[in-house]
């Protein structure tokens, strides 16, 4: 995958034949150097559904399947549980408290890791 490129899924979800205004999208950052964060965003009436955990599994594994990384990063803040059920569903597992770093996270997070070799 080239430098600075982001790759990103998106699932809509359809009930008796009309399309619904739920959505999910996944990205992956891809810096020039050091450890590869993915991250998603569901629409609010998507929420609880399951289709956060679907675009990151997608996403997941588009990066084993088509990149050479062994690792992926997800962060979210400590008291989002929804994020943290989506992580440990996706094969993401809790790695550490992350400490706030104010003005820009100003909560503690969590830190969950998905290895993709071996």
Known sequence: MPRGSARASRYGRRRRGRRRAW???SWLKTPAAGPREVGYWTAEAARGTGVATRA???LTTH?????DLRELRLLH???NTASCRVAEKSGYVFSRVLPA???AFPRDGHLHVRHLTG
């Open 23 to 25: 959505s999910a999208t």
């Open 56 to 58: 990151l599994r997608a």
């Open 63 to 67: 990066v084993r399947d088509e990149t």
């Open 77 to 79: 803040q400590e008291d």
């Open 101 to 103: 770093f104010p003005p």
